[in-house]
């Protein structure tokens, strides 16, 4: 009678075993084969909305000579700089005497601690007046941390509000740039980002303004999925002795240390290159 019992619990005990782990393997099935939410869905770019295939680049280094003031020249290649509070008390005159046609003007940024809070170049406005009596084309840029849209939409409100008034001859740019691993912009991959610069340049572009995307070589290859921006102007940092990419870009800077007459700090070099 005993053994009977025993071996009765000994079926029953190895049929609930069983049947949990067939409940089991049911459980797993079901969360393995659901599709996971929006929300949880992290796409690597965003859904291809123009061409892939970006202009190709038409210039090659033999385009470009070197003056012995350290300027790049090439054949249609139109000479500027881009300015901040930090050149200090700019002689414009002197800048434009020295073969300077155009410049761009910082107007404020964003810093890159948590808070990440907005803030005025407090050069802009002098800049701005000098630039234009001197006879300049003047554009002007905005020193981006944004980490989402919403952030993207609150610098570009930011700048419509410091540029009111002003008449620009050259884009509004959105100068988005990687500080470092601690910075609120450290894990903006490469979908958000072009998201981010997508939503600034439109509402530049609603008020009225061309926008234009700043970058650099890194950012280009890796941070934003360039064909989606294609309707927006190109100006790529690289600092070398020719704008060494397979596309084509409509402004370059090449230098962060050059000397111009009338600026008494270093200050970023540039080519434009008209279409």
């Excluded at 049929?15 to 599709?35: D, E, R």
């Excluded at 020295?98 to 802009?124: N, P, Q």
């Amino acid at each position: 009678m005993l053994k009977e019992q025993i071996k009765n619990r000994t079926i029953l005990i190895y049929s609930l075993l069983g049947l949990l782990g067939l409940l089991l393997l049911v459980v797993m099935t079901v969360v393995l084969c659901t599709p996971s939410s929006p929300e949880q869905e992290k796409p690597t770019r965003p859904p291809v909305i123009f061409s892939p295939t970006l202009p190709p680049n038409p210039y090659t280094p033999e385009d470009f000579t070197r003056s012995e003031e350290g300027y790049l020249t090439c054949s249609n290649g139109v000479m500027g700089i881009d300015v901040s509070e930090f050149q200090g008390n700019i002689r414009w005159e002197e800048v434009k005497d020295a073969g300077v046609e155009f410049v761009f003007i910082r107007v404020g940024g964003r810093g890159y601690g948590f808070k990440g809070t907005l803030y005025e170049d407090s050069a802009a406005e002098k800049n701005y007046k000098g630039a234009k009596k001197a006879g300049l084309q003047v554009g002007v840029y905005f020193f981006s941390q944004a980490i989402n849209p919403r952030d993207a939409v609150e610098e570009a409100r930011y700048v419509l509000q410091r540029i009111k008034g002003w008449k620009l001859d050259l884009p509004v740019v959105f100068d988005w740039e990687y500080v470092n691993s601690s910075a609120r912009t450290a894990r903006v991959d490469r979908h958000r980002l072009t998201t981010i610069t997508r939503t600034f340049c439109a509402h530049i572009a609603q008020a009225g303004f061309e926008p234009m995307v700043y970058f650099n070589m890194h950012q280009g290859a890796n941070l934003l999925y360039l064909p989606a921006l294609q309707d927006y102007p190109f100006w790529l940092a690289y600092y070398s002795d020719a704008p060494d990419t397979d596309y084509k870009v409509d402004y370059w800077q090449y230098s962060y240390t050059g000397k111009v007459p009338g600026i008494d700090t270093d200050v970023d070099l540039n080519l434009y290159f008209p279409n």
